[in-house]
């Protein structure tokens, strides 16, 4: 059974920072791209931020690019995304996914096919 689990999200104050960490089980994603999705109340699902399998190619939602770091260790089957200067709009359920084409990088939540339970941020003013 595959599983990705969220872990190292909280409450946090407007200009901090999180480190979000998804861990995988039940199959390897070394050669699969992986992504973090957010969704605020009320709102749809947008991508954050994704990598490629090696590492070596990521993409950022332009509300976060400067702000957020995406990365991944194969050895430990972990993705993680690091989280600063943090803004109450940030506020949100944070999932991660993994897709189980090899190579595959995208952005469409469709281009994914694990996906874990979601871990809440909620930035204050």
């Known amino acids: 059974q595959v599983q990705l689990v969220e872990s190292g999200g909280g409450l946090v104050q407007a200009g901090g920072s999180l480190r979000l960490s998804c861990a995988a089980s039940g199959r390897t994603f070394s050669t699969s791209g992986m992504g973090w999705f957010r969704q605020a109340p009320g709102k749809e699902r947008d991508i954050v931020a994704a990598i490629s399998w090696s590492g070596g190619n990521t993409y950022y939602a332009e509300f976060v690019k400067g702000r957020f770091t995406i990365s991944r260790d194969n050895a430990k089957n972990t993705m993680y995304l690091q989280m600063n200067s943090l803004k109450p709009e940030d506020t949100a359920v944070y999932y991660c996914?993994?897709?189980?084409?090899?190579?595959?990088?995208?952005?469409?939540?469709?281009?994914?096919?694990?996906w874990g339970q979601g871990t809440q941020v909620t930035v204050s003013s």
């Open positions: 996914a993994g897709s189980a084409r090899a190579f595959y990088m995208g952005t469409l939540e469709h281009g994914y096919d694990y």
